[in-house]
């Protein structure tokens, strides 16, 4: 039985307003004051920060990644996505990724999740920076845990193990896959992106 549920994930180097850009994407798909529509954003950085926040020796270990700019291991994610779904999805709501999967096993194992709660042609968003306009993003919004460090590793993760995630959804014919210039004003970045999701309308 096929559910109505629409899914975006977006996907883009740090510093590229992925975040920005999803959140507007869930004020228009339920604008008006539309009652009926709901959304569920599953924002990964938020849920790591905030399971990271405990006390216990996996959590300890994941604030430590977090903090140092490294990925935490996919089991650990793939385990706050799937308690997030259990206690929220119903199988009617939208779903917005944000910055989500970030490996190659993710992907696999999100892509089996999708199809066991029946999604239908899923769209990811690729928001497109180059490596030097994003570093300078990053730089320039001083955030705690932006460091010189983490900045690098950060940006050396795209390209090592986020690109190959993005070749996979471009490979497989389940997905819906749009680039978007990402190096544009957030208006301009968000109106390409209703336009290239049939959105617009």
Not at 42 to 54: P, V
């Amino acid at each position: 039985m096929q559910n109505k549920s629409k899914v975006f994930i977006f996907l883009g180097r740090s510093g590229c307003g992925k975040g920005t850009q999803a959140k507007l994407l869930i004020d228009h798909l339920c604008k008006a004051g539309d009652k009926s529509c709901k959304t569920l954003h599953i924002e990964s950085g938020a849920l790591l920060r905030e399971f990271s926040k405990g006390e216990t020796y996996t959590q300890v270990k994941t604030k430590l990644a977090v903090d140092s700019g490294v990925l935490a291991p996919e089991a650990v994610i793939v385990s706050l996505w799937m308690k997030y779904l259990t206690e929220n999805f119903t199988g009617t709501e939208n779903l917005v990724l944000d910055g989500a999967p970030r490996k190659i096993n993710e992907a696999k194992l999100l892509n089996d999740t999708l199809s066991f709660i029946d999604v239908e042609k899923p769209y990811v968003v690729c928001v497109n920076v180059t490596r030097d306009w994003s570093e300078k993003r990053l730089v320039g919004r001083a955030r705690k845990d932006d460091t010189r460090e983490s900045i690098d590793r950060r940006l050396a993760w795209y390209e090592t193990d986020v690109v190959p995630v993005i070749d996979y959804y471009k490979s497989n014919s389940y997905y819906n896959v749009v680039d978007i210039n990402g190096e544009q004003p957030i208006e301009d970045v968000h109106n390409e992106i209703l336009a290239k999701l049939g959105l617009n309308i």
